[in-house]
Every structure is written in structure tokens, then in C-alpha cells.
């Protein structure tokens, strides 16, 4: 049990979309990422997703809208919910991610960025 500075675990990894594992929480993991540009869109049958914006601004599109999540803001995605993350201008985005550890990364979608583990940091 000791404190884990999110600045110095992102400064540890470049690649974008890739989330790394900081820590468990029962069976939630906390993720850090950093993105850039638009996901696939996709959907988690069974798991919610938390996102908080640590720097930058997050558009998170649904179907029917956009929600924009602005540096100390967080949105939850209901289970069940098709979305795509994206940013804009060329901006990379810093995340944590709040999920269950079954969650998928891709949730029902296989994608070239599909990734099955997460790097532990």
C-alpha cells in the first residue's frame, strides 16, 4: 500500500489506446491511457465503464450525441451502451479508467487494437 503518482506511471508508456493496469480494487482495475484520435465504436454487455480526464478533453460520442469531458471531469458508460472515444485537434488525451477485470477492451467488437491483458506498471 503506497501512493501511485498517475504523472510519473504515464510518463512510463507513449503508445496510444493501450491502457496499462495501475492497480486492483476487489475486481475492478484502475487504468491509465493516453489516446489520441477516434476508437472504434463498440459496446460492454456487461461491465460500466468509468473514464476521468486527468489532461485534455475527451469527446465521448453515442449514437445520439456527444458529451464532451473536460481535465477533472469524469462520464460513466452504462453496461450495454455503443460508444466511441475520440479527441480532436491532434490532442493526446491522459485517461484513468475505473472497470471490472473482465471488462474487454474492445467490449463486443474485434478491432487490430483489441488487447486481451494489460500491461501491469
Known sequence: M???NLAQKHSLFEKKWHPHQIATVDNMQVLL???QGEFVWHAHEDEDELFQVLK???YMQFRD???IVKQGEIIVV???LEHCPLTKN???VELLLFEK????HTGN????VTQNQYPKI
Open 2 to 4: 503506497k501512493p501511485i
Open 33 to 35: 491511457a493516453k489516446i
Open 56 to 58: 485534455g478533453t475527451l
Open 65 to 67: 450525441r456527444t458529451e
Open 78 to 80: 452504462p453496461k450495454g
Open 90 to 92: 491532434n490532442e493526446i
Open 101 to 104: 477485470q473482465t471488462t474487454s
Open 109 to 112: 467488437t474485434v478491432h487490430e
